[in-house]
């Protein structure tokens, strides 16, 4: 039998995305977006948020369904453990949005993905948040990721394509760059 | 009827806080932690990921039970929109940490909460994540959070709940503060 030359499919629609690129780049107010979640607090430290709509494209949206998520602190802090941890959550995001960010990159180069994973590991030194050291910082002292992929692909395409997730991701952003949060009481 | 003086209860136990404090000052290797979280591409930009084990007080830890969060980008996107994105799920962990604050220190002010809601607002131009404008950042142009608080204390007394809740707060740390992250290929 004859090879198959099966074109490369990550589930990515690149064409989209770079159609969408090139109509974003004639009507820069379609790119100015709003994400949106709101928490609410059940009892002690646990709380349940939902993300719903958001603005893109000039206008409201809304997800196809309304997505909930449960966050509560563990019980070695005396808590009931009935979610992630607030920090676990950012782990998450930081984890996902890299991971996505392979696989749009890999289906543009034309690499075909068979399996991606990414480890997080975050550091902590308690003395922070509980306030007993000040030279502490309250948040992870470093993040390390580690991602084992399989593709159709060289180890160092491999790492090609994760320095570029990298370099065009938001939430690595986020947490590598200070973001500007305001907060209000109404 | 005679007023009944009722006892604060926010539901945070603030006594095995303090003593979590005391004892930990005494053993600092005790309050190193790690925070993990393990993420799987599914399909697309679509991954799920899971939160399981930690390390500390010196030893490995588990939470009750797996927590699983499903990630992915939405239908403006080309996506199909089966989890919250990567970057809500960033205000989550914001949200729910600063809530968690504000029961924790509320409790330690002897402020009994009736209801605590937060809504979030990050805004995003995407001509960064796209890679149209190298000025642009990839991240949020900047967050706002804003609190709805109904609690047996002055306006003023709230405000400085929340104050303090950001001063402790582990994820407004990560947000505002740059966290170095380091990423390696097996």
Redesign the interface.
């Known amino acids: 039998m004859a090879a198959v030359n099966k074109p490369v499919n990550?589930?990515?629609?690149v064409d989209?995305?770079l159609a969408?690129?090139e109509a974003?780049?004639a009507a820069?107010e379609a790119?100015?977006?709003?994400?949106?979640?709101?928490?609410?607090?059940l009892?002690?430290?646990?709380?349940r948020?939902t993300?719903d709509s958001?603005h893109?494209?000039g206008q409201e949206?809304k997800?196809?369904t309304q997505?909930s998520?449960?966050?509560?602190?563990?019980?070695?802090?005396?808590?009931e453990?009935n979610?992630?941890?607030?920090?676990?959550?950012?782990?998450?995001?930081?984890?996902?949005?890299?991971?996505?960010g392979?696989?749009?990159v890999a289906q543009n180069r034309g690499i075909q993905?068979r399996?991606?994973?990414?480890?997080?590991?975050?550091?902590?030194?308690?003395?922070?948040?509980?306030?007993?050291d000040s030279d502490v910082?309250?948040?992870?002292?470093?993040?390390?990721?580690?991602?084992?992929?399989d593709a159709d692909a060289s180890?160092k395409d491999?790492?090609a394509l994760?320095?570029q997730s990298?370099k065009?991701?938001?939430?690595?952003?986020?947490?590598?760059?200070?973001?500007?949060?305001?907060?209000?009481?109404?």
Not at 69 to 79: G, L, Q, T
Not at 115 to 132: D, F, P, R, T
Not at 170 to 180: C, G, M
């Open positions: 990550n589930g990515v629609n989209a995305l969408a690129r974003l780049k820069p790119a100015e977006f709003t994400w949106r979640a709101s928490c609410k607090w009892n002690g430290t646990h709380s948020s993300v958001y893109g494209l949206q997800h196809r997505f998520f449960e966050a509560d602190h563990p019980e070695v802090f005396a808590s453990d979610g992630a941890t607030p920090v676990e959550l950012v782990l998450v995001g930081l984890a996902s949005c890299l991971t996505a392979v696989a749009a993905l399996s991606v994973e990414a480890k997080l590991e975050g550091k902590m030194n308690l003395y922070g948040i509980l306030g007993i910082r309250n948040g992870y002292d470093g993040i390390k990721v580690t991602f084992k992929i180890k491999i790492e994760v320095a990298q065009r991701s938001a939430v690595y952003d986020i947490v590598t760059n200070p973001t500007n949060v305001t907060v209000e009481v109404l």
